[in-house]
C-alpha cells in the first residue's frame, strides 16, 4: 500500500485528489494539507512514499517544496500551469498531472509510482472490441478565475476555443477556462463528444439537425472543418437506423 499525502491551498483540490486516492486499491491517503511546511515535515518525518503536490500556493510553492525534500518521497505534481512541467521532471517528478485532472489520466499517474515504489511491471494494453472508453465520472472539474467547477457531462452542449481559454456552454450558462482544445478532447469521453472543427467540440445527443456543412445545437449554428468531416459523418452513420 503506498502512503499519500495531499498538498493544495485549494480545499475543493484536495477533494478531488483525495477522491481519486480513495477510488484506486493500491492507494492511501494519510493526510491532506493546506500549509505546504506542515506537509513538509511529515514528509521529512518518513509520514509517506507519495506526495500529490500543487505548484502555485504562497507559503512554498511546489518547486520550493520539491527541492527542500530532495527525494524523501515520490511526488506527483498537480497544477493548471504547464510551464512548471519541465523544471518538475528536471526535479525528478514521477509525473505532471494538468488541471482539471480527469480520473483515466490520475490513474495512469498512479501506476507509475506504482511501478517505482512497489517494483510492479507495467500493465499491458487491454485490447477491446470497442473503441470508445466508458467514462469513470459523469462529470469534470474546471478552473475559472476564481474556483474550480464542477460540469456534469450531461449539461455540455458544446466547447468553443478561444484563443488563450475556451468557453463552455453548458443548457444555463457559459464556463470560462484556461485550457487547450486538445486536453478537453483528450478529457471527454470520445462516445459522447466529438469534434466538429478546429475551434469546436459538441456532445452527440444535442445535435438537433445538420445541414450541410452546418450544425444545429440550440440558437446556436456550428460549422464541420473539412479535417473533421470525414470522422463527424462516420460517427452519425453508425448511429442512424
Known amino acids: 500500500m503506498i502512503r499519500c499525502l495531499v498538498v493544495d491551498d485549494e480545499p475543493l483540490a484536495i477533494d478531488i485528489i483525495s477522491d481519486y486516492i480513495e477510488k484506486i486499491p493500491f492507494l492511501t491517503l494519510v493526510k491532506s494539507y493546506q500549509n505546504p511546511i506542515e506537509a513538509l515535515m511529515a514528509v521529512q518525518n518518513g509520514e509517506a512514499d507519495l506526495v500529490f503536490l500543487d505548484v502555485q500556493m504562497p507559503e512554498l510553492t511546489g518547486i520550493q517544496f520539491l527541492k527542500i525534500a530532495n527525494g524523501k518521497c515520490k511526488v506527483i505534481l498537480t497544477t493548471a500551469y504547464q510551464e512548471y512541467a519541465l523544471e518538475g521532471y528536471e526535479l525528478n517528478v514521477v509525473d505532471y498531472l494538468l488541471k482539471p485532472v480527469a480520473f483515466e489520466r490520475f490513474y495512469q499517474a498512479a501506476q507509475k509510482a506504482q511501478q517505482l515504489l512497489c517494483n510492479v511491471a507495467a500493465p499491458l494494453p487491454v485490447e477491446t472490441t470497442s473503441s470508445a472508453p466508458t467514462p469513470i465520472n459523469n462529470f469534470i ?20 476555443g478561444l484563443k488563450d481559454y475556451i468557453s463552455i456552454y453548458t443548457k444555463t450558462e457559459r464556463i470560462i477556462t484556461l485550457q487547450s482544445m486538445k486536453k478537453m478532447e ?3 469521453p470520445e462516445h459522447q463528444f466529438i469534434r466538429v472543427h478546429k475551434s469546436y467540440i459538441l456532445a452527440l445527443d444535442k445535435i438537433e439537425s445538420i445541414e450541410r456543412s452546418r450544425i444545429s445545437i440550440g440558437d446556436k449554428i456550428i460549422p464541420i472543418g473539412d479535417t473533421y468531416r470525414d470522422g463527424f459523418f462516420k460517427a452519425i452513420e453508425s448511429r442512424n437506423v
Do not use: M
Not at 464542477?150 to 468553443?160: G, P, Q, T, W
Open 186 to 188: 483528450d478529457v471527454l
Open 141 to 160: 472539474f474546471v478552473k475559472t478565475e476564481h474556483k474550480i467547477q464542477k460540469i456534469y457531462l450531461n449539461d455540455i452542449l458544446f466547447i468553443e
